[in-house]
């Protein structure tokens, strides 16, 4: 298999650098997700303000692909409506179970194109969904806890 | 240890019982199989066990009345016969076979649970594991404990990898109803000290449970000197097929426990009211056995006394010292488990820099080395070394010097990849 395939470098730089890494105040979700094949681990909060995503802050051990991957889903949907957000979490979820037939769209995925290599390693697709597992559940709960304030103050 | 005499094998020869051996992967690598400790691969004389056994044998075991049923369950029955030699067993009926060694484990937890009189385990009793067992040894004892009140305890371990005994007393103690313990460490690659251990929980009635699915392909095994109430292990890992295990058991005690589960076979009598139940081993087989694959065992053991189990355990012996000689000379590299080949099974976890083991086991893999990466099952182990997950190479009985050196050119290849030193 052709590592370079996988190890983009965009996909390295991010890993050596991550973007928006650490756990921040405030927040209305925080989620713990785990992945049981290799027990990677992910510490996830997001902010959502206005419908839109505020902030997503994580703390996180894994391997360059998980690493690599959050950095980049931050980079995506901070300070995107959550309703955009969510549809780019469908697009890079489609880009990674397409088994290497979905041809992204980089215009919408930006850095993100660069899993495409992802998809022909099945035993890595899980690396590389782990933190966005982790924000579309976080953004969930603070979707609905949103909604529960909201009735709660009409 | 005592040495035994043994004639050594040539390991050339040997592999060309292994087809899979000289498979090529992608890109027309040559296969370099370290991944044993996970599932061993399989000699032909296995597979074509196998395949005989469906081509012309195949029929339900002790219950079909024609020559196809007869010949079924007398290769059944040959296999067990088998197994019980090879492991010292003083009889045939204590070997019961099993799916795999979660299996044997989760039904020894189980029935002890479930019997009544001094064998049950209950509230206020404790049963003692220790930091290094595979998950399989631990979350079965979790379960009984939640389930009867009873309290667990567990035996940490050093830096080395080497059981902390000093508190075998305090641990072991009067409320002690069941030790269970690996033999060999599937992550660390320690070997226990099994006896030691054993004759403490006997002298306070407690009972010995011994996971030896790392000990069992790669030591002789003697379970009638071993101490061990119950042993268990597993054939995928001793050349042998997947779907069968073992669970090995003194026949006294295997006589006194109630069933796990109910099915066909594992009766005397039914009605619709009540059952009675099969002595052991038959108690305890319940529904249509894993046959072929018990067939296949049979011939996996075959295989290994025809190598010679103390052959296999020298030859264990001298490769896991190659390899840690090799590894330690990689820059970065920290082995996890004793770094000195004393006591110890032919499997060594190793972190390497700052290159997340995934990432190693990709590079290594983009080579044809096939390593392990993760908590190898063995999530507390981990943790207690502080750390969250490992690359484990793992040898066995055709392992040759130059695939460890391939790991290491893998190794050093890995770091340059990622830019660490």
């Keep these: 298999?052709?590592?370079?395939?996988?190890?983009?470098?965009?996909?390295?730089?991010?890993?050596?650098?991550?973007?928006?890494?650490?756990?921040?105040?405030p927040y209305d979700a925080e989620v713990q997700h785990v992945n049981p094949a290799c027990g990677d681990e992910i510490t996830l909060r997001v902010r959502i303000d206005d419908d839109s995503v505020a902030d997503v802050s994580y703390d996180a051990i894994g391997c360059s692909i998980s690493q690599a991957s959050v950095s980049v889903l931050t980079d995506l949907v901070i300070g995107k409506p959550v309703a955009e957000a969510l549809t780019l979490h469908e697009e890079f979820l489609a880009l990674m179970q397409g088994r290497g037939q979905v041809a992204p769209d980089e215009d919408r995925l930006e850095d993100g194109v660069a899993f495409a290599g992802v998809a022909q390693f099945p035993g890595r697709i899980k690396c590389a969904l782990l933190g966005w597992m982790a924000w579309k559940d976080a953004t969930a709960q603070a979707v609905a806890r949103g909604a529960v304030r909201e009735e709660d103050a009409s | 240890m005592t040495a035994v005499a043994h004639e050594a094998y040539d390991v050339v020869t040997v592999r060309e019982d292994f087809p899979i051996l000289s498979r090529r992967l992608a890109g027309g690598v040559p296969l370099v199989y370290l991944d044993s400790a996970n599932s061993s691969q399989k000699p032909l004389s296995v597979i074509d066990a196998l395949s005989e056994h469906y081509q012309r044998h195949n029929a339900n075991v002790a219950r079909a009345m024609h020559q196809l049923g007869t010949e079924s369950s007398q290769a059944f029955e040959?296999?067990?016969?088998?197994?019980?030699?090879?492991?010292g067993a003083?009889?045939?009926?204590?070997?019961?076979?099993?799916?795999?060694?979660?299996?044997?484990?989760?039904?020894?937890?189980?029935?002890?649970?479930?019997?009544?009189?001094?064998?049950?385990?209950?509230?206020?009793?404790?049963?003692?594991?220790?930091?290094m067992e595979h998950h399989s040894n631990i979350v079965p004892w979790q379960l009984l404990c939640q389930r009867t009140g009873a309290t667990l305890r567990w035996f940490d371990f050093d830096d080395g990898g080497r059981l902390d005994l000093s508190q075998l007393d305090q641990l072991v103690n009067e409320r002690t109803k069941v030790v269970s313990l690996t033999w060999v460490s599937n992550m660390l690659g320690t070997v226990n000290p099994v006896s030691d251990i054993a004759r403490r929980a006997h002298e306070v009635g407690a009972l010995v449970v011994v996971d030896a699915s790392q000990a069992v392909p790669q030591l002789p095994v003697d379970v009638s000197t071993l101490g061990a109430d119950f042993v268990a292990f597993t054939g995928h890992k001793m050349v042998g097929p997947t779907g069968i295990g073992v669970l090995w058991g003194r026949r006294e005690l295997l006589a006194q426990l109630?069933?796990?589960?109910?099915?066909?076979?594992?009766?005397e009598t039914v009605t619709l009211q009540r059952s009675t139940y099969a002595p052991p081993p038959a108690r305890f087989e319940a529904g249509t056995p894993p046959i072929a694959q018990a067939v296949g065992l049979g011939a996996a053991v075959d295989y290994l006394n025809g190598l010679g189990m103390a052959a296999v355990a020298a030859h264990e012996r001298a490769i896991t010292a190659y390899a840690l000689g090799r590894l330690?000379?990689?820059?970065?590299?920290r082995v996890l488990g004793p770094t000195e080949p004393v006591d110890r099974g032919g499997a060594v976890s190793f972190e390497l820099a700052s290159i997340h083991p995934h990432d190693v086991a990709q590079v290594l893999d983009s080579r044809g080395v096939a390593v392990r990466a993760g908590h190898h099952c063995a999530k507390p182990a981990h943790a207690r070394l502080g750390v969250q997950s490992s690359t484990r190479a793992s040898f066995y009985l055709y392992t040759l010097p130059d695939e460890v050196d391939a790991l290491v050119d893998g190794l050093e290849f890995a770091k340059r990849y990622f830019g660490v030193d």
């Design chain 1, 1 to 25: 298999m052709q590592l370079d395939t996988l190890y983009r470098e965009i996909i390295l730089d991010h890993y050596k650098r991550p973007h928006h890494k650490g756990l921040r105040e």
């Design chain 2, 78 to 87: 040959d296999a067990r016969d088998k197994v019980a030699a090879f492991i």
């Design chain 2, 90 to 131: 003083p009889s045939r009926d204590e070997v019961v076979f099993t799916k795999n060694a979660t299996e044997a484990l989760n039904l020894v937890a189980n029935v002890l649970g479930l019997a009544g009189g001094e064998l049950g385990v209950r509230s206020g009793d404790e049963v003692v594991i220790t930091a």
């Design chain 2, 258 to 267: 109630p069933p796990f589960l109910g099915g066909g076979e594992m009766i």
């Design chain 2, 328 to 333: 330690t000379e990689v820059g970065g590299l």
